[in-house]
């Protein structure tokens, strides 16, 4: 099994955004968001993760992230997504970047992100 760090990126009273890390890599994100009874998981990971590790992994998300926050949950759900960051987007206004007028900042995270549905906008912004 991996060593798996989770470095929490944001929080709300019924959410919470980790970073998953191992060795010092980033290997997805998780979104968690906890309702009176269900703790419900957005997990997403590069498509190079196996049945298993996948399974590992969720595993070390209830155990480290989900029992510790609320422990008489009655249900736990994940739904999983494996693929690739493409971008990160946010709504502020940025002054343009030195690459010909992007104001994509790749590091901004917990900011709404843009589906690939074609509904970006100049500069970055949606």
């Not at 890390?21 to 419900?40: K, L, M, P, Q």
């Not at 209830?62 to 926050?69: H, M, N, R, Y």
């Not at 994940?78 to 343009?96: F, H, I, M, P, Y």
Request: proline share 5%; with cysteine.
């Amino acid at each position: 099994m991996r060593d798996y760090y989770f470095e929490r990126e944001c929080r709300t009273p019924y959410s919470e955004c980790y970073a998953i890390e191992v060795e010092g890599n980033e290997i997805g994100r998780v979104d968690i968001h906890f309702t009176a009874s269900v703790a419900y998981a957005t997990l997403c990971v590069g498509g190079d993760l196996s049945e298993e590790e996948m399974r590992d992994l969720i595993g070390e998300i209830d155990e480290k992230l989900v029992l510790t926050t609320d422990p008489f949950r009655e249900d736990f759900v994940v739904t999983v997504w494996a693929g690739r960051e493409r971008t990160s987007l946010t709504r502020r206004k940025r002054k343009r970047s030195p690459r010909k007028g992007t104001a994509i900042e790749p590091s901004a995270r917990c900011a709404p992100q843009a589906p690939d549905s074609g509904r970006r906008r100049a500069r970055g912004e949606w």
